[in-house]
């Protein structure tokens, strides 16, 4: 017998009784917590002006998220943006760090439908002085005198600020995100993996993860996009 799809019966109804990890719904329960919170800091910060996008969690190394605009479309071809957070930052962080991530992230949605968004991966002055509007400081090595510019820039919460007034009104509702990702060792048992780089000598496929670009290198080459300035993966 199956013992994850094993119910016990009620005493004395002759009901069963499901399972307790059955009843569970981690998806529903992430998903539309995030899409709660989008909702309120649209409201609070943006007027509810943005569009709604498509929240992914994306394991991209060395960012806690991104951005990518009409990244999906549906049957219809009615498109939508992509907001992609990485779950690997939210056990180590405090729930205003990942919401502010999420802002941050809107911020650069915003500036895709009513801005001039830089080029690639480039934190322009338009999106800096947004940033600072809503009670977020850009910065890229996370101290007030950082650089609010360029390819990779960060933020601090402005303390008394629109974005975190906001962010303890959604707290005070008993906002939370349940579900954080394990710290396992690294292969476990049943862990899918990505395609292995070949080590033979032979050339493998290398892919930007935003667009549709691909080359040819060695299995241990670093190739990064150049109109997204991010790593390109290989197997891909």
């Given at each position: 017998?199956?013992?994850?799809?094993?119910?016990?019966?009620?005493?004395?109804?002759g009901?069963?009784?499901a399972?307790?990890e059955?009843?569970?719904k981690?998806?529903?329960?992430?998903?539309?917590?995030?899409?709660q919170?989008?909702?309120?800091?649209?409201?609070?910060l943006f007027?509810g002006?943005?569009p709604?996008?498509l929240?992914?969690?994306q394991?991209r190394?060395?960012t806690f998220g991104?951005?990518?605009g009409?990244k999906?479309?549906?049957?219809?071809?009615?498109p939508?943006?992509?907001?992609?957070?990485?779950?690997?930052?939210f056990?180590?962080r405090?729930?205003?760090?990942i919401?502010?991530t999420l802002?941050?992230e809107m911020?650069?949605l915003?500036q895709?439908?009513?801005?001039t968004?830089?080029r690639?991966?480039?934190?322009?002055?338009e999106?800096?002085?947004?940033m600072?509007a809503?009670g977020?400081?850009?910065?890229d090595?996370?101290?007030?005198?950082?650089n609010?510019?360029g390819?990779r820039v960060?933020?601090?919460i402005?303390?008394g600020?629109?974005?975190e007034a906001?962010?303890?009104k959604?707290?005070?509702r008993?906002?939370?995100?349940?579900?954080?990702e394990?710290?396992l060792?690294?292969?476990?048992?049943?862990?899918g993996a990505?395609?292995p780089?070949d080590?033979?000598g032979?050339?493998v496929r290398?892919c930007?993860?935003?667009?549709?670009l691909k080359?040819w290198?060695k299995?241990?080459?670093k190739l990064?996009?150049g109109d997204?300035?991010?790593?390109?993966t290989?197997g891909?």
């Open positions: 017998m199956n013992i994850h799809a094993q119910a016990d019966a009620l005493p004395g109804t009901q069963q009784q399972a307790p059955l009843t569970l981690p998806t529903r329960e992430t998903y539309d917590r995030l899409q919170a989008y909702e309120h800091f649209n409201k609070a007027d002006t943005l709604n996008a929240i992914t969690l394991r190394k060395g991104y951005f990518a009409r999906f479309s549906n049957d219809a071809g009615q939508a943006d992509e907001i992609a957070l990485n779950p690997q930052g056990a180590d405090d729930l205003p760090d919401l502010a802002v941050h911020v650069h915003w895709h439908h009513h801005g968004p830089g690639g991966r480039y934190h322009n002055r999106w800096a002085e947004k600072k809503i977020l400081h850009p910065t090595n996370g101290a007030e005198d950082g609010e510019t390819e960060g933020h601090m402005v303390p600020g629109a974005f906001a962010a303890k959604l707290a005070a008993d906002f939370t995100l349940t579900w954080k394990v710290k060792p690294p292969q476990q048992p049943g862990e990505a395609q780089a080590k033979s032979k050339r290398y930007c993860p935003d667009c549709d080359a290198a299995y241990d080459a990064v996009c997204h300035m991010v790593a390109m290989p891909a």
